[in-house]
């Protein structure tokens, strides 16, 4: 067994990342994909189920916070579908887009990220 002076920290997150972009540099067809995916779609909320599903102010309490959100989510894909468009203009592979939008994603306020699920490992 390895002393635990001998064992690496994880590079889980970072490993991930790096395959993620090692595959979009690799495979043009999976990068114009993750650029669809990533960059040129609209962020959806994410919440939790009320526990009772008849519980009409948590329902409009969820509906309140989406609303709110949709209209950041709206601002943050025109941003988002700037960076894509100016980027395949200027000849930019869709390898370097999709590394452009994640780097994006991940300088969004914390707080958005958190509501629409950006907190995975390809954000670390």
């Known amino acids: 067994l390895a002393s635990v002076s001998e064992v690496q920290p994880s590079t889980a997150s970072a490993g991930f990342k790096d ?8 495979d043009p067809d999976f ?14 909320m ?12 948590a329902w409009a ?23 894509c468009n100016t980027m395949r203009a200027q000849g930019s592979s869709d390898a370097d887009i ?14 958005y990220r958190s509501q629409c699920g950006m907190t995975g490992e390809l954000y670390s």
């Open 19 to 26: 395959r993620m972009f090692t595959a979009v540099e690799n």
């Open 31 to 44: 990068a114009k994909e993750m650029v669809d995916d990533f960059g040129l779609q609209t962020d959806q």
């Open 46 to 57: 994410v919440f939790a189920l009320p526990a009772d599903p008849k519980d009409e102010q």
């Open 61 to 83: 309490d969820i509906n309140q916070q989406q609303e709110a959100f949709n209209q950041q989510a709206e601002a943050v894909h025109s941003q988002r579908t700037t960076l």
């Open 98 to 111: 999709f590394k452009a939008v994640i780097s994006f994603n991940q300088n969004l306020p914390m707080s």
